[in-house]
């Protein structure tokens, strides 16, 4: 899709971004004037590391490089995307513009994260403004799904339409907004949310942590799953919307709201603020929270994914990406056993031990076989045919031991592969070569229309054939064929 970013700006919002491309095997290179950008940069990296390990079965394609350059200019050349994340003043986003445009590629596409700040004011002075849109993203940029397109009024259809598959194919969920009005539209939600927020500890009505239990045990759960108006129209009842705002919409010309007042933002009520979300903190560092943070967030999106539903859907169509991309690569020797899963270790993944459980080593032989099926064309397309293979019997001998986020890898060998049947071995290992267990499991290939026993398609059969004629020169693998308590 792209191969280079340039990223303007390496703090909260362009480490994010980064840490997203990079991911996504696109090579980035970023400048900020600050010394320290390469250090946060860094702790950034390792954080959305960590998190991506979690989030996902499929194998994590091959990163993007990153390097710092010494100027805007190094570093937009040659860049298929510039990314412009450097603080919200237009006269500065202006100059950066000004800086990029001069060395980047005719063709690159320019995005800002702006928060607010119109697209039409931000390409005012472009050369070439018809490249310029708002890609507004979410903290963390590298979890959080949405990025609203926001295209000024010399933005091309062109590129709205590259961005939007771009963003789509970064696993984000691009919302492309009909006109471009100031704050966009999740801004201007949340900064209703925020000034009766900073009222309500201004009047002490509720400290920080109040407000943010009101949220997260409440109205955060619902948002997380169904919008505004969804959850309203359940809310109504069997009448629904209808009834709903019958009766809630006259609450709306009762004084519950400051409506447009913000409170002075003196040193008081920043110090107020500050003091009491620092008792929140309760002592974890910054990071720690973001980590926490990551992983209530990958929680969430996980469990949207098994009801196929909004954050869900999205990691279901980027896993699926990665299944994909995983299954373009088939090994150019397969004469040897084949590499069929490579990963961390998941941090939920372990026991009380910390160590990885029992089923979980389960987990690595299915998706090994999920790997080698693929490789021999039983894919997501062959299976939508109606065919595939069913495991029908495993032996998995326990060996060896492995920690939270340690890195492993599968290597499988064909035992027997003619007819519907497919005898796999699987040899999971450390990547410093431990043995950590085998697995041996028949499989049959079935009628996904009959759910009975038939022979493969000819192209998945001729290609197990070739494997299984290959492996055949190989030794007997050392516990192949073995029975449970059978001496060692
Ligand atoms: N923080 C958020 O939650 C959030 C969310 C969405 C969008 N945004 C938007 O993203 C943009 C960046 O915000 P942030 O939160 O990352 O701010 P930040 O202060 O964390 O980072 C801005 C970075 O830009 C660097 N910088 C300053 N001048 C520069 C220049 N001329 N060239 C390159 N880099 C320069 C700074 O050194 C700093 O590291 C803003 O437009 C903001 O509105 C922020």
């Known amino acids: ?105 005719a063709d690159a596409l320019f995005a800002s994260s702006t928060s607010g700040i119109l697209p039409s004011d931000l390409q005012a002075e472009m050369a070439r403004p018809e490249r310029l849109l708002v890609a507004h993203p979410f903290n963390p940029v590298y979890l959080l799904p949405l990025v609203e397109i926001v295209p000024g009024a010399r933005t091309s259809p062109e590129a709205v339409e590259r961005a939007t598959a771009l963003y789509a194919w970064l696993g984000m969920k691009p919302l492309v907004l009909r006109r471009e009005i100031e704050a966009f539209v999740a801004d201007r939600l949340m900064e209703a949310l925020w000034r009766e927020a900073l009222w309500l500890v201004h009047d002490d009505v509720a400290t920080t942590a109040e407000i943010d239990d009101a949220i997260r045990f409440g109205c955060g759960l619902r948002w997380a799953q169904m919008g505004t108006f969804q959850v309203f129209d359940i809310a109504g009842g069997e009448q629904g919307m209808r009834h709903f705002m019958a009766q809630f919409g006259p609450c709306l010309k009762w004084p ?19 003091r009491q979300t620092e008792e929140q903190a309760a002592g974890r560092s910054f990071r720690e929270l973001e980590r926490i943070r990551d992983d209530n967030l990958i929680a969430v999106m996980q469990a949207l994914k098994v009801n196929d539903w909004g954050a869900g859907e999205t990691l279901a169509a980027y896993e699926k990406k990665l299944f994909d991309q995983g299954a373009r690569k088939p090994p150019e020797d397969l004469s040897r056993p084949i590499r069929t899963m490579e990963r961390r270790v998941p941090a939920d993944w372990t026991d009380y031990n910390n160590h990885m459980n029992e089923a979980r080593y389960l987990q690595c032989f299915g998706d090994a ?120």
Request: glycine share 8%; aromatic share 6%; proline share 5%.
């Open 1 to 105: 899709m792209i191969r280079s970013a340039a990223i303007l700006g390496g703090g909260v919002i362009g480490a994010g971004w980064a840490a997203r491309l990079i991911e996504n095997g696109v090579d980035v290179t970023l400048f900020d004037p600050d010394s320290a950008a390469e250090r946060k940069l860094s702790e950034v990296l390792a954080n959305a590391d960590r998190a991506y390990a979690k989030l996902t079965l499929a194998a994590r394609g091959p990163k993007g490089g990153h390097r710092f350059a010494p100027s805007v200019a190094a570093a937009c050349e040659g860049a298929d995307l510039v990314v412009e994340a450097v603080p919200e003043r237009l006269d500065v986003k202006r100059k950066v513009y000004a800086e990029a445009e001069a060395a980047a590629p």
């Open 256 to 274: 519950w709201t400051k409506l447009m007042d913000t409170p002075e933002m003196d040193g008081a009520l920043i110090e107020k603020i500050a």
């Open 369 to 488: 076989t999920d790997a080698f099926m693929r490789i021999v064309g039983a894919d997501a397309d062959y299976i939508a045919s109606g065919l595939s293979f069913f495991t029908v019997e495993t032996h998995i001998r326990h060996l060896g031991e492995v920690k939270a986020l340690e890195p492993i890898y599968a290597e499988t060998q064909l035992l027997e592969g003619a007819g519907k049947k497919m005898r796999l071995f699987h040899w999971l290992r450390h990547a410093d070569g431990r043995l950590l267990a085998t697995g041996e499991h028949m499989l049959v290939h079935v009628s996904l229309e009959t759910r009975a026993a038939c022979e493969p398609a000819p192209a998945v059969a001729a290609k197990l054939a070739e494997i299984a004629a290959l492996h055949a020169a190989l030794p007997a693998p050392e516990g192949a064929g073995r029975a449970v308590g059978q001496p060692r």
